[in-house]
């Protein structure tokens, strides 16, 4: 298991790119833990110790392999926009950073793929049987009312 310590500045100057970076960084691991506390100085801040540990390589997987933005078409934009805005909701309601309810890689790929139902998400690549067991049918809904 291996650590890294992400800081999110709360300053809209700052918010994005660190936003990005760690969004950019956890795609490439597993993420094992985290836990964040809120730092209140002349530049407030998110402080976020993830656990991960390497994702491993599969010879064969069922899983879809991971896209970006630019790939989502303009109906899955849409869909795309709306699984942030409740991810937004979720984080609002658990003061937590939204990247610690989903990553936005997470977020293309079920925009672009559309599980039907929780069986079908369990294909998204990323997703484990925790954050599916406790999203999923929120996940579900907003999907079927995009």
């Not at 700052?14 to 730092?39: C, G, K, R, V």
């Not at 926009?81 to 989903?102: M, V």
């Not at 079908?120 to 990323?126: F, H, Y």
């Given at each position: 298991m291996k650590v890294k310590v992400f800081k999110i500045r709360i300053s809209d100057e700052f918010l994005s790119a660190d936003q990005t970076e760690i969004n950019n960084s956890l795609a490439h691991y597993d993420i094992l833990n985290t836990n964040s506390n809120f730092i209140e100085d002349e530049t407030s801040y998110w402080s976020v110790l993830v656990s991960y540990q390497e994702k491993k390589v599969k010879e064969s997987s069922n899983k879809a392999h991971p896209i970006f933005e630019e790939e989502l078409s303009q109906e899955e934009m849409i869909i795309y926009n709306k699984l942030k805005d409740w991810r937004s909701e979720k984080a609002r309601e658990s003061?937590?950073?939204?990247?610690?309810?989903?990553?936005n890689a997470h977020l293309i790929s079920i925009a672009k793929y559309k599980p039907s139902n929780l069986e079908d998400l369990e294909n998204v690549n990323g997703l484990g049987k925790s954050k599916i067991e406790k999203?999923?049918?929120?996940?579900?809904?907003?999907?079927?009312?995009?």
């Amino acid at each position: 298991m291996k650590v890294k310590v992400f800081k999110i500045r709360i300053s809209d100057e700052f918010l994005s790119a660190d936003q990005t970076e760690i969004n950019n960084s956890l795609a490439h691991y597993d993420i094992l833990n985290t836990n964040s506390n809120f730092i209140e100085d002349e530049t407030s801040y998110w402080s976020v110790l993830v656990s991960y540990q390497e994702k491993k390589v599969k010879e064969s997987s069922n899983k879809a392999h991971p896209i970006f933005e630019e790939e989502l078409s303009q109906e899955e934009m849409i869909i795309y926009n709306k699984l942030k805005d409740w991810r937004s909701e979720k984080a609002r309601e658990s003061q937590l950073p939204p990247y610690i309810i989903f990553h936005n890689a997470h977020l293309i790929s079920i925009a672009k793929y559309k599980p039907s139902n929780l069986e079908d998400l369990e294909n998204v690549n990323g997703l484990g049987k925790s954050k599916i067991e406790k999203f999923g049918a929120e996940i579900i809904e907003v999907l079927e009312n995009a």
